[in-house]
T-cell receptor, first 112, second 114 residues
Framework: ETGVTQSPTHLIKTRGQQVTLRCSSQ?????VSWYQQALGQGPQFIFQ???????GRGNFPPRFSGLQFPNYSSELNVNALELDDSALYLC???????????FGQGTRLTVV | AQSVTQLDSQVPVFEEAPVELRCNYS??????LFWYVQYPNQGLQLLLK??????LVESINGFEAEFNKSQTSFHLRKPSVHISDTAEYFC????????????FGGGTRLMVKP
């Protein structure tokens, strides 16, 4: 059971700009989480959505925001980009009462 | 608050040799434990997990990990590695048994040499 897709795969933005990353989870997966993985580090939890509501957030500033849509796809928005936002952004989804979260291949964001 | 420490950032090993990747965690609540593998330019794949029951868990490709509550460890082992095992390995904990809202360690790069 796989099939989490993220778009775009790569992205270059300028400091101060805004970016939207997208995640399409498999049908029936109503929980989605976003992670930031800086180069050479482990992923860090940004936030989680369950049935369109945010139900958990990591230590990230408010300029990181998200949405989950009725079809359970999701967006991660980052405002006022900083150089340190350069990272691989991973999306993971799981079904109701599931026992595994499935990860997409990520979006590589470079801020210059 | 939870934290995960992977004690080795890199582990070089020759093919067919045994390997152990170390993981220690701290948490004020009960957690579930996971190992993920990440191949170059790819996302994370679940390797194995401990939820309850037997403290020794195994994956389909020969890896195993043992939960040690007294030492708060969840070390990953394989008796004989292959070149194809070369990857980054992440230990993680979660209060959720599905592995949502994971706290990851910094990763261990396993480098298998011929």
């Amino acid at each position: 059971e796989t099939g989490v897709t993220q778009s775009p795969t790569h992205l270059i933005k300028t400091r101060g700009q805004q970016v939207t990353l997208r995640c399409s989870s498999q049908s029936g997966h109503n929980t989605v989480s976003w992670y930031q993985q800086a180069l050479g580090q482990g992923p860090q939890f940004i936030f989680q959505y369950y049935r369109e509501e945010e139900n958990g957030r990591g230590n990230f500033p408010p300029r990181f925001s998200g949405l989950q849509f009725p079809n359970y796809s999701s967006e991660l928005n980052v405002n006022a980009l900083e150089l340190d936002d350069s990272a691989l952004y991973l999306c993971a989804s799981s079904p109701e009462l599931g026992t595994e979260a499935f990860f997409g291949q990520g979006t590589r964001l470079t801020v210059v | 608050a939870q934290s995960v420490t992977q004690l080795d950032s890199q582990v070089p090993v020759f093919e067919e040799a045994p390997v152990e990747l170390r993981c220690n965690y701290s948490s004020s609540v009960s957690v579930y434990l996971f190992w993920y593998v990440q191949y170059p330019n790819q996302g994370l794949q679940l390797l194995l997990k401990y939820l309850s029951g037997s403290t020794l868990v195994e994956s389909i490709n020969g890896f195993e990990a043992e939960f040690n509550k007294s030492q708060t460890s969840f070390h990953l082992r394989k008796p004989s590695v292959h070149i194809s095992d070369t990857a980054e390995y992440f230990c993680a904990v979660s209060e959720d048994n599905a592995g949502n809202m994971l706290t990851f360690g910094g990763g261990t790069r396993l480098m298998v040499k011929p």
